[in-house]
């Protein structure tokens, strides 16, 4: 079936722009996870969803940031007033709930 | 001291060895543990989990996983070029989300 899509898979942007990064889930997953990648680096944590509701937004650098998914299923990440620190490849994953997840392609941001 | 450590490699076996990666973990009431591989400028793809002491089994994968010390491994049998890739290490502390190493770079060589 169908994976785990991202839109844009890349996006290039201005400094001090704004945003939207999209994950469509897969089908029937109830979790959805936002995580960035930096080069040479693991992914790192930015929010959870279980259903509508954030259960865990700890990993989101400051305020700037913010994700939503209204319906229980695709979901946004919203970048305010970018940074070229936010240059990275923002990776969503979606789990059935049990631990595991999957991964989407990326959206490879670049701000300049 | 990083929550997930791994050896950044690379790590360069021959064809048809065995290769074993390592990873450490530090926060003792971690509860699962997973492995994902990474090909260049792709995302990570699932591998194997594993969540109690002992091995796991799958294909030409093993999981390792010692809970006393703190440490999990994968083994690789019939090592192909193809497995080539950063292989990542994760934790979950039973809070959903993932705590990832830096990944160990694997390369087999023909």
């Known amino acids: 079936g169908a994976g785990v899509s991202q839109t844009p898979s890349n996006k290039v942007t201005e400094k001090g722009k704004y945003v939207e990064l999209r994950c469509d889930p897969i089908s029937g997953h109830t979790a959805l996870y936002w995580y960035r990648q930096s080069l040479g680096q693991g992914p790192e944590f930015l929010i959870y969803f279980q259903g509508t509701g954030a259960a865990d937004d700890s990993g989101l650098p400051n305020d700037r940031f913010f994700a939503v998914r209204p319906e229980g299923s695709v979901s946004t990440l919203k970048i305010q007033r970018t940074e070229r620190g936010d240059s990275a490849v923002y990776l969503c994953?979606?789990?059935?709930?049990?631990?595991?997840?999957?991964f989407g392609p990326g959206t490879r941001l670049t701000v300049l | 001291q990083k929550e997930v450590e791994q050896n950044s490699g690379p790590l360069s076996v021959p064809e048809g060895a065995i290769a074993s990666l390592n990873c450490t973990y530090s926060d003792r009431g971690s509860q699962s543990f997973f492995w994902y591989r990474q090909y260049s400028g792709k995302s990570p793809e699932l591998i194997m989990f594993i969540y109690s002491n002992g091995d796991k089994e799958d294909g030409r994968f093993t999981a390792q996983l010692n809970k006393a010390s703190q440490y999990v491994s994968l083994l690789i049998r019939d090592s192909q070029p193809s497995d080539s890739a950063t292989y990542l290490c994760?934790?979950?502390?039973?809070?959903?989300?993932?705590?990832f190493g830096t990944g160990t770079r694997l390369q087999v060589f023909p």
């Open positions: 994760a934790v979950n502390k039973n809070t959903d989300k993932l705590i």
């Open positions: 994953a979606s789990s059935p709930g049990n631990n595991e997840q999957f």
